[in-house]
């Protein structure tokens, strides 16, 4: 499949093949949030193509009919027309049987979607003099930064300046970590890039309805820098260490928060075992991607939340499908 790759099927993200398609006229590009609202519809880990195809349908023709009625009822072939090309680009990128989209197997000319370039170019491996493998922008781009001379504007090369300020350990965030294809980041907060995390701290990701938790009780007392350091590289010891600026100095709050921790990974692997035992193939495989979600998201920023699913699985309670 690594050879076939290149040559026989190119496997293209969402952002770019929505982009194509719209280029191409195959999508309205005047259909209000369309290119949104198609990305984020062949972003789910559907189980089957079926599946996909209906969810896409369901999803885009629910936004416009409710979102927006008027253009519902006015130019209802142009997005029905966008469903169609959805479903196509889903179609050609996108195997649920064999466990392949356009992660799996990612076109490395670049640095989007994919490590690309930073594979090698990575600050540690080194050439045959061995002079070091720079990573910076500058080395392969040149950035035309606008300028003012007194009351002129103008153009001068200089260095790469991101849209969004990036400080302390996010300057060595890759391209491909933020640009991976799929929906960009709603926003420069803390919850634009993370907003796995934030959705289970807040209870509002679809994929938990069905176990109807609560929000975190401590979402709308503490900002996300309360607890992480965007200086330091991120790590148990130095989330606990800032328990201590706002709760008791004795360790008690500390080793609830590592007992949560041990209580949660406990939990998970009784889920893991049960999955393994399980004879229902389709809660299995549900219960396989709601943990991956929870681990992506880090359990902890709901412990209560996360003990309850993970109890709920372990009874056989089946998640969401866009789990």
């Known amino acids: 499949m690594d050879c076939h790759n290149r040559p026989a099927h190119e496997f293209i993200s ?9 280029a191409n006229g195959k999508i309205d590009q005047t259909l209000p949030f369309i290119k949104r609202e198609t990305v984020e519809a062949l972003l ?9 195809n209906a969810r896409i349908g369901e999803r885009l023709s629910r936004f416009y009919r409710e979102e927006h009625p008027e253009l519902w009822k006015s ?3 142009a997005i029905y027309q966008a469903i169609d090309t959805t479903r196509e680009i889903y179609a050609v990128n996108v195997f649920p049987y064999m466990n392949v989209d356009w992660t799996t197997y990612p076109d490395n000319i670049g640095h989007l979607v994919s490590a690309g370039c930073f594979r090698c170019h990575d600050n540690q491996h ?12 500058e080395l392969c781009h040149t950035f035309l ?9 103008s153009l001068r090369t200089g260095e790469f300046r991101h849209e969004m300020s990036l400080d302390g350990v996010h300057t060595a965030v890759r391209c491909d970590q933020c640009h991976s294809g799929g929906a960009s980041p709603q926003s420069d907060s803390c919850e634009g890039c993370h907003g796995l995390q934030q959705g289970l701290i807040s209870a ?3 994929a938990l309805e069905s176990f109807a938790i609560e929000p975190d009780f401590m979402a709308d007392i503490v900002a996300c820098d309360d607890c992480h350091s965007t200086t330091e590289a991120h790590s148990r010891d130095v989330a606990l260490a800032s328990c201590s600026d706002c709760h008791d100095d004795d360790g008690t709050y500390e080793a609830m928060a590592v007992d949560n921790v041990e209580t949660l990974a406990d939990l998970r692997r009784q889920v893991l075992e049960q999955i ?6 389709n809660w299995a495989e ?10 992506e998201a880090g359990a902890h920023h709901n412990a209560e939340g996360s003990r309850q699913i993970l109890e709920g699985l372990l009874e056989g309670q089946q998640p969401e499908q866009d789990s």
Do not use: F, H, M, W
């Not at 393994?276 to 193939?281: E, G, L, N, V």
């Open 14 to 22: 969402p952002q770019e093949s929505i982009n194509v398609a719209i």
């Open 44 to 52: 789910p880990p559907y189980l089957q193509t079926e599946e996909a």
């Open 75 to 77: 130019r209802r072939a």
């Open 126 to 137: 080194v050439n045959q003099s061995g002079g070091t493998l720079d990573s910076s922008c």
């Open 145 to 153: 930064n606008a300028t003012e001379d007194g009351q002129e504007e």
């Open 204 to 206: 509002t990701l679809p």
């Open 276 to 281: 393994d035992q399980s004879t229902d193939a």
């Open 286 to 295: 549900r219960s396989r991607k709601l943990l991956t979600l929870l681990d």
